[in-house]
């Protein structure tokens, strides 16, 4: 079994700042890129940003310069540094990671996390 647990959500002011964390656990053999989705009420879900097992990272083209995402390889870790944060940056956000695991080191997939829910309203 594989588990990605976000954390770090909550309510901020306009303006603000929040830090995500997802970590995986499991059954992994390894993780290759890892990203951020969010999905706000009666919208699609959307890329946020990605990050590779070798640090190269894309963001969506609306959040560059606001959002920076990163990754602890050692603690299978991704993060997502959120700054100046806007009312309609609000959303569930969602961890994604692709992964093999040690039952089938050569086939990959993405996995996700149940979200955390992040707020910014004053």
């Known amino acids: 079994q594989v588990q990605l647990v976000e954390s770090g959500g909550g309510l901020v002011q306009p303006g603000g700042s929040l830090r995500l964390s997802c970590t995986v656990s499991?059954?992994?053999?390894?993780?290759?890129?890892m990203g951020w989705f969010r999905q706000a009420p009666g919208k699609e879900r959307e890329l946020v940003a990605t990050?590779?097992?070798?640090?190269?990272?894309h963001s969506a083209d609306s959040l560059k310069g606001r959002f920076t995402i990163s990754r602890d390889n050692a603690k299978n870790t991704v993060h997502l540094q959120m700054n100046s944060l806007k009312p309609e940056d609000t959303a569930v956000y969602y961890c994604n990671a692709d992964i093999s695991t040690i039952a089938s080191p050569y086939s990959h997939r993405g996995y996700w996390g149940k979200g955390t829910l992040v707020t910014v309203s004053s």
């Open positions: 990050i590779t097992s070798g640090g190269e990272t």
């Open positions: 499991g059954s992994v053999f390894a993780i290759g890129t």
